[in-house]
């Protein structure tokens, strides 16, 4: 089976401009989650979809970071206007049924440069 | 708020030797994960330890919790060259949500 995709790889932007990342879970997974790890620092959460519904979001660090996940399946962070503050690598994970007793799957992640 | 602290952070060592990575983590979890990260690439599973006393193997590698000190250890036997990466533990604070430590990163040199 396809692993979580994510694109781009990398993305290097000026401040106050907009990026957007996207995250394609396995297939059949109903929970998707974002996390980010900014340099020197530990992988931190973000938020958490069940399908379309967003279940926690409170790891998102202010309103210049939304997300979304039209239909369930595949889904967008984007970054409006970006910080030097928001550089940092940007991983999606999936799971079928939540964290219960099974680990996430990770994409490659996507590293976010902002100068 | 909850931390999760790993240590060491850096570990050189020679190929053959044993060594241990530490994880400590300062409220309840009742799970505990051990993720791998090679450059550039995803995070992948290792062992998930679900109850206190927990013992997981596979490989060289040896991953065990004690849930009342709030501690898990992931042991290396015969280092080989292979297992060099950034390895993570992370717990779930009882929502689902993973707090992760800060990675250790592993050089094995031959």
């Known amino acids: 089976e396809a692993g979580v995709t994510q694109f781009p790889s990398h993305s290097v932007i000026e401040k106050g401009q907009t990026v957007t990342l996207r995250c394609d879970p396995i297939?059949?997974?109903?929970?998707l989650y974002w996390y980010r790890r900014v340099m020197g620092k530990e992988i931190k959460f973000l938020l958490h979809?069940?399908?379309?519904?967003?279940?926690?979001e409170s790891g998102m660090p202010n309103n210049r970071f939304l997300a979304e996940r039209t239909g369930g399946t595949y889904s967008t962070l984007k970054v409006q206007p970006a910080e030097l503050e928001d550089s940092g690598v940007y991983f999606c994970?999936?799971?079928?049924?939540?964290?219960?007793?099974?680990?996430?799957?990770f994409g490659n992640g996507t590293r976010l440069t902002v100068t | 708020e909850l931390k999760v602290e790993q240590n060491p952070l850096f570990l050189s060592m020679q190929e053959g030797k044993n060594y241990t990575i530490y994880c400590n983590y300062s409220?309840?979890?009742?799970?505990l994960y051990w993720y791998r990260q090679d450059p550039g690439k995803s995070l992948e599973s290792l062992f998930v330890?679900?109850?206190?006393?927990a013992v997981k193997q596979e490989g060289r590698l040896m991953a065990s919790l004690d849930t009342k000190a709030r501690l898990s250890t992931l042991h290396i036997t015969a280092a080989v060259h292979d297992l060099s990466a950034t390895y993570f533990c992370?717990?779930?604070?009882?929502?689902?949500?993973?707090?992760f430590g800060k990675g250790t990163k592993l050089t094995v040199n031959p």
């Open positions: 979809f069940v399908k379309e519904s967003k279940q926690d």
């Open positions: 994970a999936s799971s079928p049924r939540g964290l219960g007793n099974s680990p996430l799957h």
């Open positions: 330890l679900l109850s206190n006393g």
């Open positions: 297939s059949g997974h109903d929970n």
């Open positions: 409220t309840t979890s009742d799970r």
């Open positions: 992370a717990v779930v604070p009882g929502s689902e949500k993973l707090v």
